[in-house]
């Protein structure tokens, strides 16, 4: 199993970038993807997911209106658009994997996730 980021960078506040993810050795149709981030010193936290078996997309509030999460099966890809940058999105960038359906109360934890990519670092000066 294999998911690999890409597209981190440097950046100043109010620019964008896209993250990628590319999965491979599962079977991608079948799982639930999410972006989560981490700062030095800070736990992991959500950013988005996306559950096409309940067709639903959700995002941490810090995020909403400006970071658009999005998918295409056909290349097994996930992505992360990320607009109007700010110093407090600084952190690493994971994507993360879960068999099945994502729950109310499970979309949000990083422990429901089964397999995890290296990272890719964002990095936003003010």
């Known amino acids: 199993v294999q998911l690999v980021e890409s597209g981190g960078g440097s950046v100043q506040a109010g620019g964008s970038l896209t993250l990628s993810c590319v999965a491979s050795?599962?079977?991608?149709?079948?799982?639930?993807m999410g972006w989560f981030r981490q700062a030095p010193g800070k736990e992991r936290e959500v950013v988005a997911t996306i559950d096409d078996s309940h067709g639903m997309i959700r995002y941490a509030d810090s995020v909403k209106g400006r970071f658009t999460i999005s998918q295409e099966k056909a290349k097994n890809t996930l992505y992360l658009q990320m607009n109007s940058l700010k110093p407090e999105d600084t952190a690493m960038y994971y994507c993360?994997?879960?068999?099945?359906?994502?729950?109310?109360?499970?979309?949000?934890?990083?422990?429901?996730?089964?397999?995890w990519g290296q990272g890719t670092q964002v990095t936003v000066s003010s």
């Open positions: 050795g599962f079977l991608y149709n079948t799982y639930s």
């Open positions: 993360a994997a879960k068999p099945g359906p994502l729950s109310w109360w499970s979309w949000g934890h990083h422990s429901y996730y089964n397999y």
